[in-house]
């Protein structure tokens, strides 16, 4: 499996994004994924997962009034839908394919798949 993130760019704040983590591979809709974050010095973080037939998601507690996760395993794609967003979004935004697993909620037990990343910046 092949991932590419895509969808990125300049936004202004209070404007909206939707991200695409497009698959090769016949095998994706097996995996559950998941969107990643890392803002310029800081550590690569999770924003949001879901899970491999998209039953199920997780978008963190500083994102989920405004981001969504959701998926088409007929496109082989995983979105996530930005709004209201704010300057402290920027960032590099990543997907991840691996094995899912749940405790309070949905999580990404094990990673297989990295995709490039796409920059989203948003800035007046």
């Known amino acids: 499996v092949q991932l590419q993130a895509s969808g990125g760019g300049l936004v202004q704040p209070g404007g909206s994004l939707r991200l695409s983590c497009a698959a090769s591979g016949r095998t994706f809709s097996r995996y559950a994924v998941g969107w990643f974050r890392q803002a310029p010095g800081q550590e690569r973080k999770i924003v949001a997962v879901i899970s491999w037939n998209g039953g199920t998601s997780y978008v963190v507690d500083s994102v989920k009034d405004r981001f969504t996760i959701s998926r088409d395993n007929a496109q082989n794609t995983v979105y996530l839908q930005m709004t209201s967003l704010k300057p402290e979004d920027t960032a590099v935004y990543s997907c991840?394919?691996?094995?899912?697993?749940?405790?309070?909620?949905?999580?990404?037990?094990?990673?297989?798949?990295w995709g490039k990343g796409t920059q989203v910046t948003v800035s007046s």
């Open positions: 991840a394919a691996g094995t899912g697993d749940y405790n309070d909620h949905v999580y990404l037990r094990s990673i297989d798949f």
